[in-house]
């Protein structure tokens, strides 16, 4: 068997150790029980966010999750084509078995997002202003399980939910 890897951050909690804690702070309550309490909070937010597109906004400034679009095509600057839109993976792959010199070629097929009018969306995480001033909030991430991810897009997909568009921020000094 082989040796245990050195983790880079030793400090991750699990959902045991917030028991723990609430178990030593709050109430005694067994884990099955806390571990269904949270499953249905957990439930309940991924059904906010996926199935009525709201914002969550965390306590103590923490961020929030929010759903944005914003919409991609292709551009050209300084005479040169640029497309930033993402690759139809299945499509090209398709071609690629049908087209030999599609595929000597790398030609790809991009995605158009038709079904909603360009729009590409994300379900976001947004750190504060407060946590980006403590090092270990900057490492912070949120993926969604398949699960909410899927039910998003089946719902973007029938246009139930709409989200705002991306907002640009422009940087200014003060001087």
Known sequence: M???REHK????YSCKDYWRYYCKNCKQIPYEKYKEILDFIMEQYSLLISEKAMDIKFPYRLGQIR????FKSPKFEDGEL???LPI???ATKELWESD????KNRQV???LNQHSDGYMYQIRYTVSDIANRYDKLRFLKYKPAR???RQFSKNIREHKIDALEQEKYEICKID
């Open 2 to 4: 082989s040796e245990q």
């Open 9 to 12: 951050f030793k400090n991750s």
């Open 67 to 70: 759903i944005r679009k914003h």
């Open 82 to 84: 640029i497309n930033n």
């Open 88 to 90: 139809n993976y299945k």
């Open 100 to 103: 030999p010199e599609a595929k």
């Open 109 to 111: 097929i991009y995605l």
């Open 147 to 149: 699960i909410m991810s």
